[in-house]
């Protein structure tokens, strides 16, 4: 999709084409008809990047042709290119911006897509490696979190034996963690209590890694919280 686009500069009118307002997710009379009604389509990251890129080209450093998003109001993200020519009176004050807008959506996701795929191969590669070039059990676990950790970006990794809500106790047999955050040394046995249970047993039942926290699939527990001052984190049983 196509959509054209012409601003008055001068008298701060905004004339959209029937593509522009499918662009945005838009129905004819959502739109003010103004740049004010514009910028507030824009992703909230991108906005001080557009109006940069539009003061440059009212002063003349450059046509204005960014890549941005757009959110519509149904909450999803649009990824757009523009380009435009500006026209000016004699003495070069800016008078009209005419210009298109096209959707590179797809083409940003199949992108991240790529990226995705990429990354993950790396991620695969760099925990390979560490799992074999460790000479004992206790350095192949040091090595496999401290990747683990390179690898998400978190605060801390660590892995936990048994994944089991029926035995009576558990331990964190290794962890790695960023300067700052503290680390448990392994060894300490935790007994198993009812809220850590029903998280052992979702983990055990999911197929996929599970989100705990204020955002995520479910809460974390009062025991991580107490025990290892846990606000968010992602789990899997291996």
Request: glycine share 8%; net charge negative.
């Amino acid at each position: 999709i196509i959509g054209v686009w012409d601003w008055d500069v001068v008298h701060n009118e905004l004339f959209w084409d029937a593509s522009m307002y499918r662009l945005y997710g838009k129905r004819e009379g959502e739109f003010g008809g103004a740049y004010e009604a514009w910028a507030a389509a824009v992703h909230p990251d991108d906005k001080d990047f557009v109006e940069r890129e539009i003061q440059a080209a009212l002063r003349g450093e450059r046509e204005y042709a960014p890549e941005f998003r757009v959110v519509w109001s149904d909450g999803s993200v649009h990824h757009l290119k523009a380009a435009s020519r500006t026209s000016r009176d004699v003495a070069g004050k800016p008078l009209r911006m005419v210009g298109i807008n096209y959707d590179q959506t797809e083409i940003k996701r199949a992108e991240q897509e790529r990226l995705n795929h990429l990354h993950f191969l790396e991620s695969l590669d760099r925990v390979n490696r560490a799992f074999q070039g460790a000479g004992d059990l206790h350095a192949m676990l040091g090595d496999v979190l401290q990747e683990v950790l390179a690898i998400f970006a978190c605060d801390r990794v660590g892995l936990v034996n048994p994944c089991d809500p029926n035995v009576k106790s558990w331990q964190v047999m290794a962890q790695r963690a960023r300067p700052g955050y503290g680390v448990e040394e392994g060894g300490t046995v935790y007994p198993m209590n009812p809220d850590r249970r029903q998280t052992m047993a979702r983990i055990l039942a999911a197929s996929l890694p599970l989100r705990f926290g204020p955002l995520a699939d479910f809460p974390v527990t009062p025991t991580s919280t107490r025990l290892f001052q846990i606000q968010s984190m992602m789990t899997q049983a291996i």
